[in-house]
Every structure is written in structure tokens, then in C-alpha cells.
């Protein structure tokens, strides 16, 4: 017994613009969950998250034609919601800072199994997360929280796949030297 396959997003792309509202129903069930932790890794906060995540879907609804069904639609819709995201750091640090205290569980590398040690270590990740300046907190969440490869990233940022290696090299340098800064010496997050 065959089973029909799923549709390609490609496919689900189309049938949208044709006017099949299921058809985007399904693009956005597919792929919200990941949306919203792409922002979530960037903003630490789960209502400007679903926030941000929401808009991105608003925004690809509207730009659907525009979109090139050769290339991958994750990579487009990960660069709508990183772009989101930084505007909305860049909004948070003009209204007067970041609300340190909105950090919430995101993945953590080594898999924690106490949920205190878990939420404490969160929280120190976020807070030193956002001392990076954008562009290298972006490579750290959407590779070292997200799982997204070099490629896919370059993609994502708009630049080459070396840049995005260097990026990270940096973003790891900024983060431990951060980290340093603030919890001391000795007190590691990311294990080589």
C-alpha cells in the first residue's frame, strides 16, 4: 500500500498563491514551532517570541509571490524572523534595556536534568547573550541553540559560508570572554 507524500513547501507555496488558504495553514503549522524558537534564541522571551514569530507569517503571507520556489523556504523564513528579532533587540536597548528576568528555558548543549540548575544556566546564557552585538548572537543561536549548519546560516544572513565560520569562531571568543566577565573564571557553559 503506497502512501501519498506530504507536499514540498515549494508545493504548499504554490497552491497558496493560487488561493489555497489550507495550503498556507500547513507552511505555518509546519514550521511555527521552529520559527518561534529561532526567536525565542534570539530574544529570550516568549511573548516578544511568539511576537516576532507571528509577524514573520504575516510577512511571508505577503511577500509569497516574490518568493523563488527553486530555494529552500525555511532559509527565507529564518531570515525574516532573525531580521524581526534584531529589530526588536534594537527597539527593547532604544526603550531603555532588556528585561533580564523574562529569560525562560531555552535548549541547553548539555542537556541538564535538574529544571533549577536547567533555569539557572538559561538565564546566565541569555544574559550573556546579549552582550554580543547582533550579528555574532545570531550565528550562536541559530547554530549552537537551533542546530542550523554553516550553510543554511550564510543563507539565513545573507553572506558566505566563511563568513559565517569566522562569525562563530568570534561569537564563541565574545561569549566565553563575556562569560568570564561575568560569572568568573572557570565557570563554563560550552565544553569542547
Do not use: C
Amino acid at each position: 500500500m503506497s502512501r501519498a507524500q506530504a507536499p514540498t513547501d515549494s508545493e504548499l507555496v504554490v497552491a497558496a498563491l493560487g488561493g489555497d488558504n489550507e495550503a498556507f495553514r500547513t507552511l505555518v503549522e509546519r514550521h511555527q514551532k521552529r520559527a518561534f524558537w529561532v526567536a525565542r534564541g534570539m530574544l529570550h522571551n516568549d511573548e516578544d517570541a511568539r511576537d516576532v514569530s507571528q509577524e514573520a507569517f504575516i510577512r511571508v503571507h505577503r511577500s509569497l509571490a516574490r518568493f523563488d520556489t527553486k530555494l529552500k523556504f525555511t532559509t527565507w523564513l529564518h531570515q525574516i524572523v532573525v531580521n524581526l528579532s534584531i529589530d526588536s533587540i534594537r527597539k527593547r536597548k532604544r526603550r531603555g534595556g532588556v528585561d533580564l528576568d523574562s529569560v525562560g528555558e531555552v535548549e541547553d548543549p548539555r542537556e541538564i536534568q535538574d529544571p533549577l540548575e536547567q533555569q539557572e544556566l538559561t538565564g546566565r546564557v541569555g544574559r550573556v547573550l546579549e552582550e554580543l552585538p547582533p550579528k555574532y548572537k545570531t550565528i550562536m543561536v541559530l547554530s549552537d541553540l537551533q542546530g542550523i549548519g554553516a550553510k543554511q546560516i550564510a543563507e539565513i544572513t545573507g553572506t558566505t559560508h566563511a563568513t559565517v565560520r569566522w562569525r562563530h569562531h568570534r561569537a564563541r571568543k565574545l561569549f566565553r570572554e563575556a562569560w568570564e566577565r561575568i560569572y568568573g573564571k572557570g565557570s563554563h557553559v560550552f565544553e569542547h
